[in-house]
């Protein structure tokens, strides 16, 4: 029923910027955090960026002061702008929330299935 959709992934150079969206759909009762994770090619995947229910964010040292993660409450969407991008941001970006959906009445975890960034001149 809830799922996760990202877009904005794709091709940019060095120091370029994306912005990346992660759109929730379905009936959702409450959204208690979202957040941006990234697994690059052999690596674990990794937390970037988080954002709580009361607008507090958090960043991974990596990405702070180029990435900036916001929402849309209206729109149970997470973003994700990136600037000054590196080879090393090359990976494939997920977005998760922790959410309440209506059907059930129970909080869970969600996924969505990944959107592939890379960073190559």
């Known amino acids: 029923q809830v799922q996760l959709v990202e877009s904005g992934g794709g091709l940019v150079q060095p120091g370029g910027s994306l912005r990346l969206s992660c759109a929730a759909s379905g009936s959702i009762f409450s959204i208690y955090g979202m957040d941006w994770y990234r697994q690059a090619p052999g690596k674990q995947r990794e937390l970037v960026a988080h954002?709580?229910?009361?607008?507090?964010?958090n960043y991974a040292d990596s990405v702070k002061g180029r990435f900036t993660i916001s929402r849309d409450s209206a729109k149970n969407t997470v973003y994700l702008q990136m600037n000054s991008l590196k080879p090393e941001d090359t990976a494939v970006y997920f977005c998760h929330a922790d959410l309440m959906a209506l059907r059930n009445g129970v909080r869970r975890h969600y996924w969505g299935q990944g959107t592939q960034v890379t960073v190559s001149s």
């Open positions: 954002i709580t229910s009361g607008g507090s964010t």
